[in-house]
Nanobody, 122 residues
Framework: QVQLVESGGGLVQAGGSLRLSCAASGRTFNNYAMGWFRQAPGKERDVVAVTSWSGLTTYYAGSVKGRFTMSRDNAKNMVFLEMSSLKPEDTAVYYC???WGWGTSHSEYDYWGQGTQVTVSS
């Protein structure tokens, strides 16, 4: 049974930084893409970043490119999202997700964590 557990969310002032972590367990994640998604109140869930199993390919949403960095540690089955220059519009629940292969749409992902709240104050 796949489990994804996010941590690291919190309240931060605009311009600040946060690091999110996601611990994955329950299977071998070879050839599984890992993604970070976010959902603000009243809005759809959107992709933030996706990385391939190898870590060689990473996709970033335009709104976070240059500010967020995604990485993964396959030996520990963990993924991370380093967020800097945070803006109030980054406020959302952030979710970790995984699927076999590759995809950048939330509808393509099979397994989800419970989410962690990120709030950026102005």
């Amino acid at each position: 049974q796949v489990q994804l557990v996010e941590s690291g969310g919190g309240l931060v002032q605009a311009g600040g930084s946060l690091r999110l972590s996601c611990a994955a367990s329950g299977r071998t994640f070879n050839n599984y893409a890992m993604g970070w998604f976010r959902q603000a109140p009243g809005k759809e869930r959107d992709v933030v970043a996706v990385t391939s199993w190898s870590g060689l390919t990473t996709y970033y949403a335009g709104s976070v490119k240059g500010r967020f960095t995604m990485s993964r540690d396959n030996a520990k089955n963990m993924v991370f999202l380093e967020m800097s220059s945070l803006k109030p519009e980054d406020t959302a629940v952030y979710y970790c997700a995984t699927r076999w292969g590759w995809g950048t749409s939330h509808s393509e992902y099979d397994y989800w964590g419970q989410g962690t709240q990120v709030t950026v104050s102005s």
